[in-house]
């Protein structure tokens, strides 16, 4: 069985993950826009990396379900939220089932996000 942090790992080593910076957006736009992006692509949004400092903002600020298996953590609309320790709290990545498609959204050089 896939772990959690094996599709992380996978994700982050992505050839095909894009970086964006994005500023003075709230966290609820930042997630609209990783999954428009993605779904822009003709792609379903299967996972959403974040840091324990960004998830627990997700998990409070959005209707994200905590549903912790050895895969993932929760869920938020179509995607499985992942934790890992890899992450800057200011950055979230996004992508697909295959991994051909992932964003990488990273908040102002102030960390604000």
Sequence with gaps: MIKMRDTVKDIINSKAKIKMPLT???LVDYLNFGISYIEQQ???VEYIAAGP???KRIFSETDAVIKPTDRY???LWTAKLLY???LRSDQLLFSNSEFSVVLDLNGDQNGSL
């Design 73 to 75: 953590v929760g869920e």
């Design 53 to 55: 400092d960004m998830l």
């Design 24 to 26: 003075g957006a709230s």
């Design 84 to 86: 890992t320790e890899k």
């Design 42 to 44: 003709d792609h379903i």
